[in-house]
């Protein structure tokens, strides 16, 4: 399988006072992303930060159509987005090794990066109800319409792809330009992908492929 090359649509930053770029979630009209000390709201049309909170924030980020979830070191944090209080707290499954955060049906999908794995994770106890293999390091994570994608990132080569939910194999791929990395990742719902770029301290905004649009 070829990798086909990303389409980036939009490069947003590098943002005031933010050195890295971690988790990426979207809430339906702004790009919510981490940078270690906050968790930061971003207008994708202006590229303009509406708000921070103060929040614990060095990895995947995500929405359930409510709530924010925020991996915290070994810990995942539940909270509110209009007081940024933290409303529970789960083990993470990756014991501090994690990486990307998604939602989708009803699960929290946790990205392990240097396992290469992908764990299903009960958002009320932080039981893992399964685990994907892959075979690249994963960072961010995400679902679109059926499709769970991740990225990925080793050396200065990165790339979207799209896996079979049930076994992890790689069904397409996306190939990032060399140096722009993929930190963290998240679809908008419909053909756009946004990518944290690490310690660029940028958000780019890539073209979800045509061709995937049916779901398998």
Not at 142 to 166: A, F, K, M, N, Y
């Amino acid at each position: 399988m070829k990798p086909t090359a990303a389409n980036i649509l939009q490069e947003l930053g590098p943002f005031p006072g933010v050195d890295n770029v971690h988790g990426v979630s979207y809430d339906g009209e702004r790009v919510w992303f981490a940078s270690g000390d906050r968790l930061n709201a971003l207008d994708p049309h202006s590229g303009q930060t509406l708000r921070s909170l103060d929040l614990a924030a060095d990895a995947g980020t995500a929405f359930d159509g409510r709530h924010l979830y925020q991996i915290a070191e070994r810990e995942i944090h539940k909270i509110d987005p209009q007081t940024g209080r933290v409303l529970a707290t789960l083990p993470a499954p990756g014991d501090g090794g994690d990486s990307g955060l998604a939602w989708a049906e009803g699960s929290l999908w946790v990205g392990q990066y240097r396992e290469r794995r992908i764990h299903q994770v009960d958002p009320q106890t932080g039981a893992v109800l399964r685990t994907l293999e892959t075979n690249r390091f994963v960072t961010g994570v995400t679902w679109i319409e059926g499709e769970l994608w991740h990225g990925t990132w080793e050396g200065d080569q990165s790339e979207l792809r799209r896996v079979d939910p049930r076994t992890g194999e790689v069904l397409e791929s996306v190939e990032m330009p060399a140096g722009a990395g993929v930190s963290g990742l998240e679809s908008d719902g419909a053909q756009r992908f946004f990518c944290g770029g690490g310690g660029s301290g940028k958000l780019r905004v890539v073209q979800r492929p045509r061709r995937s649009v049916a779901t398998d």
